[in-house]
């Protein structure tokens, strides 16, 4: 072999030596400073770069002070003048310590013969990162806590390790056996480590005598079996720390151009994702330290076979580079794009030519195709409107415009798909017979419940837009706010306010709610529900008889204000009309016995609706159960009887009688026997219920409660049979149909929140 060619083998082996190296795998440039002028950038075999140093010119704050022990050999840097030793400091901002081991050791006898409790503290630029390290604990009989402080609050978190036997422990699983590991939270500037046994590690000490906790770094450790006895002669194992600059965000630092840390104009801050502060990093196309004056260097990527992608030649810029094709060829010059390509003949381009005028055809032809169906859904939504009733809504709206004070919203389709993510099964909140009621966020922040309700009775259109007006603008507290409606829809969209505390039956009914729910805010929420009848009976600008009164339509703000909801089966009523003849509808165990007879409703009927609701506060039983006694079923028959027999007190809730207000109790239950008597006449009217409720909240009494009846009239209609059918539906109450009559029209129901 000659001597050029030994040379040029040389010459090619330490080609390949330097490419395999670190340094030219590095993201740093060689030769680009990476500590302040006249600093110190290395401790031993650690670069040291800004902000940290290793004195008070060289670093940015103390936090980043690191001090180079010349003791060792090589020299040990360590942070501040602490024991943590540091093995790695990195720009992206985190760096890596040797953190001390917690050790707790017994004797056979169970006496404890060495422990200790490691602690630490950053100052705010560091923290303790979540997601690489885990706090982890070594034994057989011991449970271990961390301690610390986050947020300028406390925190702690620990778990439990034990064993029976040395078999017991599985090789690399810390799931209990032996090991155990417990995540940390973000932001964690100080800890402490402790750790205790159950028995003394009497029962285990043959093979196991101590334990162990410490914070370690989740990839850098194993569980072993072997560690039960030779963690005792380590000290110390690695954890990742993060550190940032200050407390505050980007904005906030650079107002103070003095203190900014992102001192290179080829820089730029970011947010970190777990700590505080900010960090700095280069632009793309520059490398070095960002937190140095000009620190951030443009850098040739076309020397870089890592960066340089082009095929044929690169030209390098300031801050990036691009690829050129020599001439005859054409394409983006990059190796995984479309490279350099000869150029083509004129056959080649004529077929490229035809190739191109094609796609444009298909293109416009795909453009028309979606115009055509954009307006045909136009068209559509516009048939809707129309067959729903926009126009008169809008007349309605128009005339009434000056003088109402509450306007009814026209919604478009296109605004409630996106208030629910184009009505995504997630955002469902209630669904049943009545239709579907999903949970939306309008443009304007609001929160609203959006039903797509039962399909309007084409012929009755007028009459819903009137009621839907009146309801609109009913402005009451106590009532859940119809805001509007959308009429571009096969199915009207109806939009109500958003109430988020669930329905007076799951507060009243459910163990855990009901026990939180006192007499005084019973009888709260009785009297606002009264009030709400009595206004829809005789102050509304036309009387609205509810029709369907029970706990489930009743809804709870945050509060727990009763919200009457669920206007659904609701009637207008004429004001030269005291009774309507309607088919039966309502929710068995509510319904009024004299309405399911004789098909006439009058506002009588919400009393003794409303009555089974004070019945239910009083003894928190369901209106109708299937679990009771059949001549019990009925909620409102069996408090009846019990009131006969005078042994009220035996079937009120158990929270109820134990608040001791015992005369109180025997009033509302007057009063809830006036609501129930079978003939409507003989009931008070809702105002007079309402009066005596907010009576009793005051201290005052009323004296038009009959106490005389005997209650024996109610046995003709109670126990009188009836032809229909019963589904039973939630709360074991069951909603009874009649079609004798299709006079009504439906309204949208309201159960959502």
């Not at 479309?338 to 080649?348: E, H, K, P, T, V």
């Not at 019963?726 to 006079?743: K, R, T």
Request: aromatic share 10%; with cysteine; proline share 4%.
């Amino acid at each position: 072999m000659g001597f050029p060619q030994i040379q040029f083998l040389n010459l090619l082996a330490i080609l390949i030596i330097i490419a395999s190296s670190p340094s030219s795998l590095s993201a740093t440039p060689p030769n680009f400073p990476i500590a302040k002028p006249k600093c110190t950038d290395r401790c031993g075999n650690l670069s040291i770069p800004y902000p940290f140093g290793t004195t008070p010119e060289c670093y940015h704050n103390y936090s980043f002070f690191v001090t180079c022990n010349q003791t060792f050999n090589p020299p040990k840097p360590f942070l501040w003048n602490s024991s943590l030793e540091i093995t790695d400091i990195s720009r992206d901002g985190q760096l890596r310590i040797l953190q001390f081991i917690a050790h707790d050791c017994y004797s056979r006898n169970g006496t404890r013969v060495s422990s200790n409790r490691p602690w630490l503290y950053f100052p705010s630029s560091l923290t303790v990162n979540s997601t690489a390290n885990k706090f982890t604990i070594i034994g057989c009989d011991t449970y271990g806590f961390i301690y610390g402080r986050r947020l300028n609050r406390n925190y702690s978190t620990g778990c439990t390790a034990r064993c029976e036997a040395k078999d017991d422990l599985i090789e690399g699983s810390c799931t209990g056996l032996g090991c155990c590991q417990a995540s940390i939270p973000k932001q964690v500037w100080r800890m402490e480590l402790s750790l205790g046994s159950y028995r003394n590690y009497s029962d285990v000490w043959s093979f196991d005598n101590c334990s162990h906790a410490f914070l370690v770094e989740e990839s850098a450790f194993r569980f072993s079996s072997e560690n039960l006895t030779n963690l005792g002669n380590v000290e110390k194992l690695p954890m990742v720390v993060d550190w940032a600059i200050g407390n505050g965000t980007c904005e906030e630092a650079k107002r103070n151009a003095s203190s900014y840390a992102c001192k290179s104009v080829n820089s730029k801050c970011y947010k970190p994702d777990n700590g505080y502060g900010y960090r700095c990093s280069c632009l793309a196309g520059y490398q070095g330290n960002p937190y140095l004056i000009d620190g951030c260097q443009d850098i040739n990527e076309c020397e870089d076979p890592h960066l340089n992608i082009c095929e044929k030649r690169c030209v390098n810029t300031i801050g990036s580079f691009h690829c050129v094709c020599p001439k005859g060829y054409h394409g983006d010059g990059e190796k995984d794009g479309r490279g350099c390509i000869r150029g083509q003949s004129l056959a080649l381009k004529f077929a490229a030519g035809i190739s191109s005028g094609i796609i444009v055809l298909l293109l416009i032809a795909a453009w028309l195709r979606v115009e055509l169906k954009r307006r045909r859904k136009i068209k559509t939504r516009q048939k809707f409107f129309l067959q729903n009733g926009g126009v008169l809504l809008q007349e309605k709206i128009t005339k009434r415009a000056k003088s109402s004070y509450a306007a009814t919203t026209i919604f478009s389709e296109l605004q409630l798909q996106k208030a629910t993510n184009n009505f995504h099964k997630d955002m469902i909140i209630g669904q049943g017979g009545f239709g579907t009621v999903y949970k939306g966020f309008l443009s304007d922040n609001r929160i609203v419940a959006i039903k797509k309700s039962k399909k309007v009775n084409t012929d009755q259109v007028e009459q819903f837009i009137n009621e839907v007006i009146i309801l609109s603008q009913i402005n009451h507290r106590n009532i859940v706010k119809l805001l509007g409606c959308c009429l571009e829809t096969k199915v009207p969209l109806l939009v109500y306010e958003f109430i988020s505390n669930g329905t007076l039956f799951e507060h009243i009914h459910d163990e855990t709610k009901a026990h939180f729910l006192s007499w005084e805010m019973r009888l709260k929420i009785a009297a606002e529900t009264a009030n709400v009848l009595a206004y829809l009976h005789s102050a509304a600008s036309t009387p609205i008889i509810h029709r369907d009164v029970k706990s489930a339509n009743i809804l709870l703000d945050d509060n727990l204000i009763a919200k009457v909801s669920d206007f659904g089966d609701s009637r207008l009523v004429p004001l030269d009309q005291t009774q309507l003849s309607t088919m039966v509808h309502g929710t068995s165990g509510y319904l009024d016995p004299e309405y399911m007879q004789t098909n006439k409703l009058t506002a009588k009927s919400d009393v003794y609706s409303f009555g089974v609701v004070l019945v239910e506060l009083l003894t928190g039983k369901t209106a109708l159960s299937f679990a009771r006694p059949e001549e019990d079923r009925n909620l409102a028959n069996l408090f009846l009887s019990v009131m006969k027999q005078e042994r009220l007190f035996e079937i009120l809730e158990d929270n109820v009688v134990k608040e001791g207000n015992n005369e109180q109790l025997m009033k509302v239950a007057m009063v809830a026997k006036s609501c129930l008597y079978v003939k409507g006449d003989d009931r008070p009217s809702m105002k007079e219920v309402a009066m005596e409720l907010e009576g009793l909240i005051l201290g005052e009494k009323h004296t038009w409660i009959q106490t005389g009846h005997s209650g024996e009239d109610k046995q003709s209609m109670l126990e009188a049979g009836f032809s229909g059918s019963i589904n039973v539906g939630e709360g074991n109450s069951a909603s009874i149909g009649f079609d004798s009559v299709e006079d009504h029209i439906m309204l949208p129901e309201d159960r959502g929140r």
